[in-house]
């Protein structure tokens, strides 16, 4: 069966290796990578939240409003992940795997 490599495969920080992975390493990477970055995006939402008592609080308006901030916010994280170091990645997919 012919495929192509997956685009993570041609980021240059990310195969940095003298011997090159399996192709189950680069998929890995890239779901793991992609699910910090969605874990950063709502953990600093929900900090931002922490303390909001009633709809008055000027960061209410975040929770229910700036969809296009909050989405360019998320997709800005979701990017900035592809140029985190392996080692942090490697880390993070440790820390999902603790019991």
């Known amino acids: 069966m012919a495929y192509s490599k997956s685009g993570i495969y041609y980021i240059a920080g990310i195969n940095a290796f003298d011997q090159t992975p399996p192709d189950e390493w680069f998929q890995m990477n890239a779901v793991l990578r992609v699910s910090l970055g969605n874990f950063l995006f709502f953990a600093i939402f929900a900090i931002m939240m922490i303390g909001i008592k ?38 993070y997919g440790k820390l999902l795997l603790f019991p």
């Open 54 to 91: 009633d709809q008055n609080d000027r960061r209410d308006a975040w929770h229910h409003g700036g969809w296009i901030a909050k989405i360019a916010v998320w997709a800005v994280l979701i990017v900035l992940m592809f140029c985190v170091p392996n080692i942090v990645i490697t880390i």
